[in-house]
């Protein structure tokens, strides 16, 4: 089973525009990541936020983490078409090593 | 460029075949990563292995086996293929167990 859910699982917004992506999971988590995935493509990591952090940012990415209501943000500021890609969270699992389990994604598509 | 090579990029193999997936981490990165990515259940978590030791398990089949060799690359085997075992795997790769991780860009196996 999944232990990442992101909502929405499909986003189409214009160029421009902010666009934001949730994702809720289930247990406890050393930290949480962000993915982008262009179609068939490999995964690049976008940003990594500890458990013990509140808020990140990486140039137009604002990253939010609530541990008590598990669950993160991922935001774009400035949307532009070559945003569009499917994206990720992954959360961070110490279990002895750690296992990055990944939600289901949200599937982003920037209208020029 | 992630850094992660994966080897061979596609696969074309029949059902009850075996077949082996490699891959290569980047430089210096102990932690390596197999994932599965099917259209109907998302990306999946395989395996990790740290160091040459098998560190978490997840949804692996027991007809799929993996390694880390001492010089870090690691090997996924599926044996005894069926048509559902057709996906794209990835394999990534992280310095320790609380990083970020890159991922290669995928072996694509289809199973005839």
């Known amino acids: 089973s999944q232990q990442g859910e992101e909502d929405p699982q499909a986003l189409s917004i214009q160029e421009g525009e902010n666009a934001t992506m949730n994702c809720s999971y289930k247990?406890?988590?050393?930290?949480l990541q962000w993915y982008r995935q262009n179609s068939g493509r490999g995964l690049v990591h976008l940003i990594l936020?500890?458990?013990?952090?509140r808020e990140k940012h990486s140039g137009r990415l604002r990253v939010t983490l609530d541990t008590s209501k598990k669950s993160s943000s991922l935001l774009i500021t400035a949307s532009r078409a070559a945003d569009t890609a499917s994206y990720f969270c992954?959360?961070?699992?110490?279990?002895?090593?750690?296992?990055?389990?990944f939600g289901q994604g949200t599937r982003l598509t920037i209208n020029p | 460029d992630s850094g992660v090579t994966q080897t061979p990029k596609h696969l074309i193999t029949a059902t009850g075949q075996r077949v082996t997936l490699r891959c290569s981490p980047r430089?210096?990165?102990?932690?390596v990563y197999w994932y599965q990515q099917s259209l109907d259940q998302g990306l999946q978590f395989l395996i990790q292995?740290?160091?040459?030791?098998?560190?978490a398990k997840g949804n692996i089949l027991e007809r799929f086996s993996a390694q880390q060799f001492p010089d870090l690359h690691s090997e996924l085997n599926l044996s005894s293929l069926e048509l559902g075992d057709s996906a794209l795997y990835f394999c990534?790769?992280?310095?320790?167990?609380?990083?970020?991780?890159?991922f290669g860009q995928g072996t694509r196996l289809t199973v005839v």
């Open positions: 990534a790769s992280s310095t320790s167990l609380n990083t970020e991780a890159f």
């Open positions: 247990t406890s988590i050393n930290n």
């Open positions: 936020i500890r458990s013990n952090e």
């Open positions: 992954a959360t961070g699992i110490i279990q002895g090593a750690q296992k990055l389990v």
């Open positions: 430089s210096g990165d102990l932690s």
């Open positions: 292995y740290y160091n040459g030791e098998e560190r």
